[in-house]
Every structure is written in structure tokens, then in C-alpha cells.
């Protein structure tokens, strides 16, 4: 690696996080200004006027907003990121029960996305102009095209109620719930560390249609982007020489193919994976899934900026910490940035 690589990550790492300072600042000042009540959203409507008073300066909304972020920003710096109106408990200890099942929820998706979407890409490419190419760009075309929530709807009606090959929505069944300790906050994993095999195949029943429903907008991306990228490396001349010299086209994928257009792919990879982890808002909605997105979309009904800010915060935070990640591939995976200068 060069010697200036550390200086590279830190000067990538300030400019995220000042990123993430100013998405903080304008989501602070936007919620600050919405016409929402969060003190009425606890003391109702009809409370006396001192009661509301007292709850509004327990809140510190009687504050002016530079104070109000100024002690939201200290607060923040030792943990601390309130109490979700909605729960009455700490955001913190809400996003720690929340966040596993959107991550479940969204590892699983982008594993099926890549598993279907980059072979089928590279094939639509190798077979330009096939019966093969034209129904990946259809698949495609149909994913960028149709609403999530609409195929969670139909996908319900089909899979779930007229075959029933899955459960419904939920993440577990009710008779289920509260026998697996959450270690991981994974139900899968961590119903397989307790031995409850029953509750890992009950848990894989519910959450297997709405990752595949998930991930098939992710898949469509991945396999317009795949194929662009391997007609790209088609036409290069070095694969015109290594088909002239003998290589099968197995071998000129592997070998070739494959290793060029790597970083390009880990780039959209890592991008895909962020939207599926702050994306998943009308699919957790649709299957009544616990995670990040419906417990965001509940704060924003009732105007909970706390639960909001803590949100945006988490997923401007993984935004960043998978383009550090997408970074740190990239140099790895392209000789070019090893080269001194």
C-alpha cells in the first residue's frame, strides 16, 4: 500500500462524518419546525395548560433550537439519545431491539440478490441479445418499475394465503415468542444456538418471503449493473486476444472478467445493502416486521424527534461505515492504488 493510504481513510473518514454532522443539523432544525406536537402526543389533547407547560420544559422545547441541539449534541456524545415518546423507554434500548430484525431482514435479501443477480447479469452479457438477455432486462425493467408494497401485497395473497408455502406476517409465531433468549438479536441465529430447531424453521418460514420481496428490487440493480459492466469488459481488447488464444469462456469469466469489474461491483454492492437496510420501511409495514423502518415510520407519526434523529443517525452511520468498507475493497482489489507515487 502506498504510504499516504492512512491519510487517504482519514480525510474519507472526516468528510462522512462531517456528512453525517450536517444531515444531523438539517434533520434537527426540519423536525424542530414540522407542525407535530410530541408534547401533546403524551399528555393528550385535553391536559390542563400548566401540565403541558411543565412536560414541554421537561423536554427543553421551550428552549430556543441553537440550545435545544447544542444539549441534543452533548447528550449525544455521552450516549445518551433520549426517550422515545411512543415506548417511553430510551431510543437506545429501543433501536437495540429493533435494528437486529431489519438486519436480519436485510443480510438475507442482499444474499439472494447477489446469489441471483450477478450470474444472471454476467449471462444476460455473455448471451447478448438471447431469449436469456431479454428476460433478465425484463426482470430488471419489472423491478425498477413495480412498487415494493405492491409485491409484498400480492405475495401475501399468493404465497400466504392461497398456497400457504410460508407463515404470515410477524416475525414469529405467537406461541413462539419469548422461548429463545436474544443473544444476537437474530432469531435465526439465535435459535439455532438454543437448540430450538422448531423456532428456526418457524423463523425462516415468516422471514423468507419478505426478503425475496426486498430483494428483488436490490437483484433488478444488481443485474442492469452486472451486465453493463461485463459488455463494458466485452468489447476490451485483452478479452478478444484471450478468446483468440484458446480460453473458454468459463475460463475468460473467471480469470478476466470477473477480476476487472470487481471493485465496480462491491461499490454497487455496498450501496445496494444501505438502501435495503434504511429501505425496507414499506416492507416491514406490509409483513408487520419489527424493525428500524416501522419503528421510524410510528416516530414520525407522532412527531417523536428523538426516535427520528436516533434513526437517521443509524442509517447515516451504516451509509458510512459501508463506504468505508467499499474503500477499503477497492484498494484492495485494484493493483493501481498499491502503486507508489
Known amino acids: 500500500m502506498t504510504r499516504d493510504l492512512p491519510l487517504k481513510l482519514l480525510r474519507r473518514l472526516f468528510g462522512l462524518l462531517l456528512s453525517l454532522f450536517v444531515l444531523l443539523c438539517l434533520t434537527f432544525v426540519i423536525g424542530r419546525l414540522m407542525p407535530s406536537d410530541p408534547v401533546g402526543a403524551i399528555v393528550g389533547e385535553l391536559a390542563d395548560p400548566q401540565a403541558y407547560a411543565a412536560m414541554r420544559a421537561k423536554m427543553g422545547l421551550d428552549l430556543p433550537i441553537p440550545q435545544q441541539f447544542w444539549v441534543y449534541l452533548i447528550n449525544l456524545l455521552h450516549g445518551d439519545l433520549g ?60 423491478g425498477h418499475s413495480l412498487p415494493v408494497f405492491w409485491f409484498g401485497i400480492v405475495g401475501l395473497i399468493v404465497f400466504y394465503a392461497g398456497l400457504q408455502w410460508v407463515d404470515g406476517p410477524g416475525r414469529i409465531d ?105 429501505g425496507a420501511v414499506l416492507v416491514e409495514i406490509v409483513f408487520s416486521w419489527p424493525g428500524i423502518g416501522q419503528y421510524m415510520t410510528n416516530a414520525l407519526m407522532i412527531g417523536d424527534m428523538n426516535a427520528i434523529l436516533a434513526c437517521t443517525l443509524l442509517i447515516g452511520l451504516i451509509f458510512m461505515i459501508l463506504n468505508l468498507l467499499a474503500d477499503a475493497a477497492y484498494l484492495a482489489l485494484d493493483p493501481r492504488t498499491r502503486e507508489a507515487r
Not at 447478448?128 to 432486462?137: C, F, M
Not at 470477473?258 to 465496480?264: D, G, K, M, R, S
Request: aromatic share 8%; charged share 10%.
Open 83 to 142: 426517550t422515545a415518546v411512543l415506548t417511553g423507554n430510551s431510543v437506545v434500548s429501543d433501536l437495540a431491539a429493533a435494528f437486529p430484525a431489519t438486519l436480519e431482514l436485510a443480510t438475507l435479501a442482499i444474499i439472494l440478490s447477489v446469489v441471483v443477480g450477478v450470474p444472471l447479469g454476467l449471462l444476460a452479457a455473455l448471451y447478448r441479445d438471447t431469449l436469456l438477455d431479454q428476460i433478465a432486462r425484463v426482470i430488471a425493467l419489472l
Open 174 to 278: 405467537v406461541f413462539y415468542e419469548g422461548i429463545v433468549e436474544p443473544r444476537t438479536g437474530a432469531i435465526l441465529i439465535d435459535s439455532l444456538l438454543a437448540g430450538e430447531h422448531e423456532i428456526f424453521w418457524n423463523a425462516l418460514s415468516h422471514l423468507i418471503l419478505p426478503a425475496c420481496i426486498l430483494a428483488y428490487a436490490s437483484m433488478a440493480y444488481i443485474v442492469r449493473m452486472t451486465r453493463s459492466f461485463t459488455l463494458e469488459q466485452l468489447g476490451q481488447d485483452y478479452i478478444i486476444a484471450a478468446r483468440a488464444k484458446g480460453l473458454r469462456l468459463p475460463a475468460v469469466v473467471w480469470g478476466h472478467i470477473l477480476p476487472n469489474i470487481a471493485v465496480q461491483l462491491v461499490t454497487i454492492l455496498a450501496i445496494s445493502y444501505g438502501h435495503l437496510l434504511e
